[in-house]
Protein backbone atom coordinates (compact mmCIF):
# COMPACT_ATOMS: atom_id res chain seq x y z
CA UNK A 1 0.00 0.00 0.00
CA UNK A 2 1.28 3.42 -1.21
CA UNK A 3 1.75 6.45 1.39
CA UNK A 4 1.17 9.42 -0.29
CA UNK A 5 2.01 12.82 2.22
CA UNK A 6 1.33 16.23 0.17
CA UNK A 7 2.00 18.86 2.47
CA UNK A 8 0.01 21.55 0.43
CA UNK A 9 -3.73 21.75 -0.55
CA UNK A 10 -2.66 21.65 -4.29
CA UNK A 11 -0.20 18.54 -4.03
CA UNK A 12 -3.04 17.07 -2.29
CA UNK A 13 -5.70 17.50 -4.88
CA UNK A 14 -3.06 16.56 -7.25
CA UNK A 15 -2.43 13.64 -5.87
CA UNK A 16 -5.93 12.66 -5.80
CA UNK A 17 -6.44 13.58 -8.98
CA UNK A 18 -3.38 11.07 -10.14
CA UNK A 19 -4.60 8.18 -7.63
CA UNK A 20 -8.65 8.37 -7.46
CA UNK A 21 -8.04 5.13 -6.05
CA UNK A 22 -6.02 6.47 -2.80
CA UNK A 23 -8.20 6.60 0.47
CA UNK A 24 -7.88 9.96 2.40
CA UNK A 25 -6.83 9.71 5.93
CA UNK A 26 -6.78 12.68 8.47
CA UNK A 27 -8.20 11.77 12.10
CA UNK A 28 -7.77 7.97 11.49
CA UNK A 29 -10.15 7.21 13.38
CA UNK A 30 -12.25 5.47 10.63
CA UNK A 31 -10.22 4.52 8.02
CA UNK A 32 -7.84 2.59 10.45
CA UNK A 33 -10.40 0.87 12.53
CA UNK A 34 -11.71 -0.41 8.70
CA UNK A 35 -7.96 -1.54 7.76
CA UNK A 36 -7.23 -3.23 11.00
CA UNK A 37 -10.44 -5.46 10.38
CA UNK A 38 -10.03 -6.07 6.62
CA UNK A 39 -12.93 -3.96 5.48
CA UNK A 40 -10.76 -2.93 3.43
CA UNK A 41 -7.13 -2.31 1.95
CA UNK A 42 -6.98 0.60 -0.46
CA UNK A 43 -3.83 0.69 -2.62
CA UNK A 44 -2.93 4.03 -1.41
CA UNK A 45 -3.71 6.19 1.85
CA UNK A 46 -3.46 10.04 1.18
CA UNK A 47 -2.54 11.54 4.29
CA UNK A 48 -3.63 15.28 4.79
CA UNK A 49 -2.18 16.16 8.12
CA UNK A 50 0.87 17.68 6.90
CA UNK A 51 -1.44 20.00 5.25
CA UNK A 52 -2.26 22.76 8.25
CA UNK A 53 -4.89 24.92 6.26
CA UNK A 54 -7.13 22.12 7.09
CA UNK A 55 -7.07 22.19 11.05
CA UNK A 56 -7.73 25.94 10.75
CA UNK A 57 -10.78 27.53 11.30
CA UNK A 58 -12.29 31.50 10.40
CA UNK A 59 -14.86 33.59 10.65
CA UNK A 60 -15.49 34.41 6.72
CA UNK A 61 -18.29 36.40 4.71
CA UNK A 62 -20.35 36.00 7.98
CA UNK A 63 -19.85 32.00 8.33
CA UNK A 64 -18.08 30.26 10.43
CA UNK A 65 -15.50 28.21 7.68
CA UNK A 66 -14.21 24.94 9.34
CA UNK A 67 -11.02 23.26 7.80
CA UNK A 68 -11.92 19.43 7.27
CA UNK A 69 -8.91 18.68 9.67
CA UNK A 70 -10.46 20.37 12.69
CA UNK A 71 -10.59 18.03 15.28
CA UNK A 72 -14.03 17.92 17.61
CA UNK A 73 -11.74 18.41 20.82
CA UNK A 74 -10.94 21.94 18.88
CA UNK A 75 -15.02 22.39 17.90
CA UNK A 76 -15.66 21.87 21.59
CA UNK A 77 -12.88 24.60 23.00
CA UNK A 78 -13.55 27.24 20.16
CA UNK A 79 -16.49 27.29 18.47
CA UNK A 80 -18.94 26.36 21.56
CA UNK A 81 -20.22 30.14 21.13
CA UNK A 82 -20.71 30.12 17.21
CA UNK A 83 -21.54 26.51 16.91
CA UNK A 84 -23.29 25.49 19.92
CA UNK A 85 -24.99 22.53 17.82
CA UNK A 86 -22.14 20.86 16.48
CA UNK A 87 -20.40 21.38 19.53
CA UNK A 88 -22.33 19.78 21.98
CA UNK A 89 -22.55 16.84 19.04
CA UNK A 90 -18.79 16.99 19.30
CA UNK A 91 -18.57 16.77 22.83
CA UNK A 92 -20.45 12.94 22.77
CA UNK A 93 -18.34 11.68 20.08
CA UNK A 94 -16.12 9.14 21.70
CA UNK A 95 -13.70 9.77 24.05
CA UNK A 96 -10.90 12.19 24.91
CA UNK A 97 -8.60 10.38 22.19
CA UNK A 98 -11.33 9.85 19.17
CA UNK A 99 -12.06 14.30 19.57
CA UNK A 100 -8.86 15.05 19.77
CA UNK A 101 -7.85 12.91 16.48
CA UNK A 102 -11.35 13.23 15.31
CA UNK A 103 -12.46 15.25 12.72
CA UNK A 104 -15.68 16.81 11.23
CA UNK A 105 -13.81 16.52 7.93
CA UNK A 106 -13.68 12.90 8.67
CA UNK A 107 -17.55 12.33 9.75
CA UNK A 108 -18.56 13.79 6.42
CA UNK A 109 -16.19 11.63 4.20
CA UNK A 110 -17.62 8.66 6.02
CA UNK A 111 -20.97 9.93 5.72
CA UNK A 112 -22.30 7.55 7.97
CA UNK A 113 -25.96 7.99 9.02
CA UNK A 114 -24.83 7.57 12.48
CA UNK A 115 -22.06 10.35 12.26
CA UNK A 116 -23.20 12.91 15.08
CA UNK A 117 -21.59 15.68 13.25
CA UNK A 118 -24.26 15.55 10.60
CA UNK A 119 -27.75 16.71 12.25
CA UNK A 120 -26.36 19.79 13.78
CA UNK A 121 -24.82 20.40 10.21
CA UNK A 122 -28.57 19.93 8.93
CA UNK A 123 -30.17 22.09 11.29
CA UNK A 124 -28.26 25.11 10.96
CA UNK A 125 -28.17 24.61 7.16
CA UNK A 126 -24.44 24.11 6.58
CA UNK A 127 -22.66 23.97 3.27
CA UNK A 128 -19.55 21.41 2.58
CA UNK A 129 -16.89 22.94 0.50
CA UNK A 130 -14.81 20.30 -1.65
CA UNK A 131 -12.53 20.61 -4.36
CA UNK A 132 -11.08 19.00 -7.25
CA UNK A 133 -7.85 19.81 -9.63
CA UNK A 134 -9.68 19.75 -12.51
CA UNK A 135 -13.11 21.26 -11.83
CA UNK A 136 -12.19 23.50 -8.88
CA UNK A 137 -14.58 24.09 -5.84
CA UNK A 138 -18.31 23.12 -5.69
CA UNK A 139 -20.43 24.03 -3.02
CA UNK A 140 -22.61 21.05 -1.50
CA UNK A 141 -25.09 21.90 0.97
CA UNK A 142 -25.22 19.16 3.81
CA UNK A 143 -28.88 18.87 2.81
CA UNK A 144 -27.43 17.24 -0.99
CA UNK A 145 -24.14 15.69 0.46
CA UNK A 146 -25.63 12.57 2.24
CA UNK A 147 -26.84 10.21 -1.22
CA UNK A 148 -27.03 6.65 0.67
CA UNK A 149 -25.50 5.00 3.79
CA UNK A 150 -21.74 5.57 4.30
CA UNK A 151 -22.52 7.05 0.29
CA UNK A 152 -22.04 11.02 -0.44
CA UNK A 153 -22.33 13.37 -3.29
CA UNK A 154 -18.16 13.30 -3.24
CA UNK A 155 -16.63 12.39 -6.11
CA UNK A 156 -13.46 10.42 -6.51
CA UNK A 157 -11.27 12.84 -7.47
CA UNK A 158 -12.36 15.42 -4.98
CA UNK A 159 -11.51 16.29 -1.75
CA UNK A 160 -13.59 18.23 1.71
CA UNK A 161 -11.99 21.26 2.35
CA UNK A 162 -13.96 22.54 5.11
CA UNK A 163 -17.67 22.97 5.86
CA UNK A 164 -19.27 26.70 5.96
CA UNK A 165 -21.79 26.95 8.94
CA UNK A 166 -23.99 29.85 9.81
CA UNK A 167 -23.16 30.86 12.83
CA UNK A 168 -26.42 30.51 15.40
CA UNK A 169 -27.80 33.60 15.74
CA UNK A 170 -30.67 31.58 18.49
CA UNK A 171 -30.70 28.38 20.89
CA UNK A 172 -29.25 25.40 19.51
CA UNK A 173 -29.55 21.95 20.87
CA UNK A 174 -28.54 17.97 20.16
CA UNK A 175 -29.88 15.30 21.83
CA UNK A 176 -28.14 11.30 21.18
CA UNK A 177 -29.82 8.19 22.58
CA UNK A 178 -26.92 5.58 23.35
CA UNK A 179 -26.22 3.03 25.15
CA UNK A 180 -24.45 4.42 27.54
CA UNK A 181 -22.98 8.14 28.07
CA UNK A 182 -19.69 7.93 26.66
CA UNK A 183 -18.15 5.85 23.53
CA UNK A 184 -21.38 4.99 22.07
CA UNK A 185 -22.32 4.94 18.37
CA UNK A 186 -25.67 6.41 18.22
CA UNK A 187 -28.70 4.68 18.31
CA UNK A 188 -30.85 7.67 17.12
CA UNK A 189 -30.06 11.68 17.12
CA UNK A 190 -31.40 14.54 16.86
CA UNK A 191 -30.95 18.65 16.44
CA UNK A 192 -32.70 21.51 16.33
CA UNK A 193 -31.35 25.41 15.31
CA UNK A 194 -34.13 27.99 15.91
CA UNK A 195 -33.36 30.72 13.32
CA UNK A 196 -35.27 33.90 15.27
CA UNK A 197 -34.91 36.33 12.63
CA UNK A 198 -36.05 34.21 9.71
CA UNK A 199 -38.81 32.97 11.42
CA UNK A 200 -37.51 29.44 11.46
CA UNK A 201 -36.49 26.15 12.93
CA UNK A 202 -34.02 23.92 11.45
CA UNK A 203 -33.76 20.23 12.14
CA UNK A 204 -31.78 17.45 11.76
CA UNK A 205 -32.20 13.63 12.00
CA UNK A 206 -29.54 10.90 12.96
CA UNK A 207 -28.94 7.20 12.61
CA UNK A 208 -32.81 6.90 11.73
CA UNK A 209 -33.05 6.40 8.02
CA UNK A 210 -30.61 5.55 5.23
CA UNK A 211 -28.78 8.86 5.53
CA UNK A 212 -28.62 12.00 8.06
CA UNK A 213 -32.11 14.40 6.61
CA UNK A 214 -34.00 16.93 8.04
CA UNK A 215 -38.05 16.57 8.97
CA UNK A 216 -38.84 19.44 6.32
CA UNK A 217 -42.61 18.74 7.12
CA UNK A 218 -42.20 19.47 10.58
CA UNK A 219 -39.95 22.46 10.03
CA UNK A 220 -42.64 23.85 7.53
CA UNK A 221 -45.06 23.22 10.26
CA UNK A 222 -43.12 25.32 12.81
CA UNK A 223 -42.43 27.78 10.00
CA UNK A 224 -46.39 28.31 9.90
CA UNK A 225 -47.53 27.97 12.95
CA UNK A 226 -45.32 29.05 15.74
CA UNK A 227 -45.85 32.31 17.46
CA UNK A 228 -42.59 33.69 18.19
CA UNK A 229 -43.73 36.06 21.20
CA UNK A 230 -45.67 32.98 22.94
CA UNK A 231 -45.10 30.61 25.09
CA UNK A 232 -45.19 26.99 22.97
CA UNK A 233 -48.57 25.94 22.48
CA UNK A 234 -48.32 21.90 23.49
CA UNK A 235 -50.61 20.42 20.54
CA UNK A 236 -48.45 22.22 18.16
CA UNK A 237 -45.05 20.96 20.20
CA UNK A 238 -46.91 17.49 20.16
CA UNK A 239 -47.78 17.63 16.32
CA UNK A 240 -43.82 18.73 15.85
CA UNK A 241 -42.81 15.32 17.59
CA UNK A 242 -45.11 13.46 15.32
CA UNK A 243 -43.76 14.67 11.92
CA UNK A 244 -40.35 14.59 13.10
CA UNK A 245 -40.92 10.59 13.53
CA UNK A 246 -42.76 10.60 10.65
CA UNK A 247 -39.58 12.11 8.59
CA UNK A 248 -37.64 9.11 10.38
CA UNK A 249 -37.17 5.54 8.00
CA UNK A 250 -35.37 3.58 10.31
CA UNK A 251 -34.46 0.02 10.49
CA UNK A 252 -34.17 -2.58 13.08
CA UNK A 253 -30.33 -3.39 13.89
CA UNK A 254 -27.94 -4.29 17.13
CA UNK A 255 -28.70 -1.09 18.08
CA UNK A 256 -32.42 -0.72 18.51
CA UNK A 257 -35.81 -1.73 16.88
CA UNK A 258 -36.91 1.06 14.25
CA UNK A 259 -40.06 1.58 16.33
CA UNK A 260 -37.94 2.35 19.69
CA UNK A 261 -36.14 4.82 16.74
CA UNK A 262 -38.99 6.49 15.96
CA UNK A 263 -40.49 6.70 18.88
CA UNK A 264 -37.01 8.22 20.59
CA UNK A 265 -37.07 10.84 17.63
CA UNK A 266 -40.71 12.23 18.60
CA UNK A 267 -39.25 12.36 22.25
CA UNK A 268 -36.04 14.26 21.40
CA UNK A 269 -37.32 16.45 19.25
CA UNK A 270 -40.42 17.64 21.60
CA UNK A 271 -37.18 18.31 24.19
CA UNK A 272 -34.83 19.76 22.10
CA UNK A 273 -37.66 22.42 20.67
CA UNK A 274 -38.60 22.74 24.28
CA UNK A 275 -35.47 23.73 26.00
CA UNK A 276 -34.27 25.77 22.78
CA UNK A 277 -37.79 27.45 23.34
CA UNK A 278 -37.24 28.08 26.67
CA UNK A 279 -33.91 30.08 26.24
CA UNK A 280 -35.23 32.43 23.43
CA UNK A 281 -38.30 33.04 25.83
CA UNK A 282 -35.69 34.05 28.83
CA UNK A 283 -32.95 35.88 26.08
CA UNK A 284 -36.22 38.28 24.91
CA UNK A 285 -37.38 38.72 28.26
CA UNK A 286 -33.54 39.38 29.66
C1 LIG B 1 -13.66 4.23 19.47
C2 LIG B 1 -14.39 5.07 18.46
C3 LIG B 1 -15.48 5.82 18.87
C4 LIG B 1 -16.18 6.60 17.93
N1 LIG B 1 -17.25 7.33 18.36
C5 LIG B 1 -17.93 8.09 17.47
C6 LIG B 1 -19.06 8.84 17.90
O1 LIG B 1 -19.43 8.86 19.08
N2 LIG B 1 -19.71 9.59 16.96
C7 LIG B 1 -19.30 9.63 15.66
O2 LIG B 1 -19.93 10.32 14.86
N3 LIG B 1 -18.25 8.91 15.23
C8 LIG B 1 -17.55 8.15 16.10
N4 LIG B 1 -16.48 7.41 15.66
C9 LIG B 1 -16.11 7.45 14.25
C10 LIG B 1 -15.04 8.50 13.87
O3 LIG B 1 -14.30 8.89 15.00
C11 LIG B 1 -15.69 9.74 13.25
O4 LIG B 1 -16.42 9.39 12.09
C12 LIG B 1 -14.66 10.83 12.89
O5 LIG B 1 -15.35 12.01 12.59
C13 LIG B 1 -13.78 10.45 11.72
O6 LIG B 1 -12.85 11.51 11.54
P1 LIG B 1 -11.33 11.22 11.15
O7 LIG B 1 -10.65 12.53 10.94
O8 LIG B 1 -10.69 10.28 12.11
O9 LIG B 1 -11.57 10.48 9.75
P2 LIG B 1 -10.69 9.39 8.95
O10 LIG B 1 -10.77 8.07 9.60
O11 LIG B 1 -9.34 9.95 8.68
O12 LIG B 1 -11.54 9.40 7.61
C14 LIG B 1 -12.92 9.02 7.61
C15 LIG B 1 -13.44 8.99 6.17
O13 LIG B 1 -13.42 10.28 5.63
C16 LIG B 1 -12.56 10.34 4.48
N5 LIG B 1 -11.89 11.63 4.56
C17 LIG B 1 -11.20 12.15 5.61
N6 LIG B 1 -10.80 13.40 5.33
C18 LIG B 1 -11.25 13.69 4.08
C19 LIG B 1 -11.17 14.83 3.24
N7 LIG B 1 -10.55 15.98 3.61
N8 LIG B 1 -11.75 14.77 2.02
C20 LIG B 1 -12.40 13.64 1.62
N9 LIG B 1 -12.52 12.53 2.38
C21 LIG B 1 -11.95 12.55 3.60
C22 LIG B 1 -11.65 9.13 4.61
O14 LIG B 1 -11.14 8.68 3.38
C23 LIG B 1 -12.60 8.12 5.24
O15 LIG B 1 -13.44 7.56 4.25
C24 LIG B 1 -15.76 6.63 16.58
C25 LIG B 1 -14.63 5.89 16.17
C26 LIG B 1 -13.94 5.11 17.11
C27 LIG B 1 -12.74 4.33 16.65
Sequence with gaps: MDFLRPTTWEEALAAKADRPGSVPIQGGTDVMV??????????????????????????????????????????VGELAG???GLAQAA?????????????V????????????????????GAVVEVESRERGVRMIPAAEFYLGVKRSALEPD?????????????????SKVGTRNAMVIAVC????????????????????????????????????????????DPALLR????????????????RGTAAYRVHAISVMARRTLTWAWNDHLKERAA
Excluded at 105 to 124: F, I, M, T, V, Y
Design 239 to 254: RFGELCARAAAPIDDV
Design 91 to 103: RTVGSPQIRNRGT
Design 189 to 232: SFALALHPRERRVGTGIGSAAPTPRRALEAEELLAAELDWEAPL
Design 158 to 174: ELIRAVHVPPATGPQYF
Design 34 to 75: EINFDVRRPPALLDLTRVAELREWSMTGGLCRVGAGVPYAAV
Design 82 to 84: PLP
Design 105 to 124: GGNLGAASPAGDSHPPLLAA
